[in-house]
């Protein structure tokens, strides 16, 4: 199984603040790289698939980058709605697999 | 707007077989750019996929869980159903339904999902 590790577990921020988060391959998964974002008691909502193409509806303020075993999901300008936790999840290979998440909370 | 919901018992007792069903509503499954799939999420953790189906009746399941799992699809009903037999206390967790987005282009991914439900295996 692929393995795939997030950094950091949680941060805090504040509206405004551009935010980072990092996901990387435990082996090479080319571009096959998806984002999702879970508010609590909700399902995922997927934002990017394919490493950086933003879902239809997405606000532009989202954005994925990364190939091979590393990759990155930026949010530009923090939002009070963007307060959740974040998952990558490789589409390679199944099994199917996703980061343990990146929390992020108010600062 | 296509929904999917998930419905079955929220309690089972352990060793016992967990059986969950999703309806999807607004489309239909007969799609072949999509397959049907089961995540399941224990509280307070991460994502893990559990199974794939297709509407032909094709099932790719976890080998972490291949041993329990059987997945089977009604497409009259439109609807999908996950068995899980011999369950634990570690099979507790919010289980999803969701669409596999699998497009020629090799684009795959988990694009529309259920409410979750959640089950508890406790005696």
């Known amino acids: 199984d692929i393995q795939m590790t997030q950094s950091p577990s949680s941060l805090s921020a504040s509206v405004g603040d551009r935010v980072t988060i990092t996901c990387r391959a435990s082996?090479?998964?080319?571009?096959?790289l998806n984002w999702y974002q879970q508010k609590p008691g909700r399902a995922p909502k997927v934002l990017i698939s394919?490493?950086?193409s933003l879902q239809r509806g997405v606000p532009s303020r989202f954005s994925g980058s990364g190939s091979g075993t590393d990759f990155t999901l930026t949010i530009s300008s923090l939002q009070p709605e963007d307060f959740a936790t974040y998952f990558c999840q490789q589409s390679v290979n199944a099994p199917w697999t996703f980061g343990q998440g990146t929390k992020v909370d108010s600062k | 707007q296509m929904q999917l919901q998930e419905s079955g018992p929220g309690l089972v007792k352990p060793s016992e077989t967990l059986s969950l069903t999703c309806t999807v509503s607004?489309?239909?499954?007969?799609?072949?750019?999509?397959?049907w799939v089961w995540i399941r999420q224990p509280p307070g953790m991460g994502l893990e996929w559990i199974g794939d189906?297709?509407?032909?009746?094709?099932?790719y399941y976890n080998p972490s869980l291949k041993s329990r799992v059987t997945m089977f699809v009604d497409t009259s009903k439109n609807h999908f159903s996950l068995r899980l037999t011999s369950v634990t206390a570690a099979d507790t967790g919010v289980y999803y339904c969701?669409?596999?987005?699998?497009?020629?282009?090799?684009?795959?991914?988990?694009?529309?999902w259920g409410q979750g439900t959640l089950v508890t295996v406790s005696s």
């Open positions: 607004g489309d239909s499954m007969s799609s072949s750019s999509y397959y």
């Open positions: 082996q090479s998964i080319s571009t096959y």
């Open positions: 394919a490493a950086s």
């Open positions: 969701a669409r596999h987005v699998r497009t020629p282009g090799r684009r795959y991914y988990f694009d529309s």
């Open positions: 189906i297709y509407y032909s009746g094709t099932t």
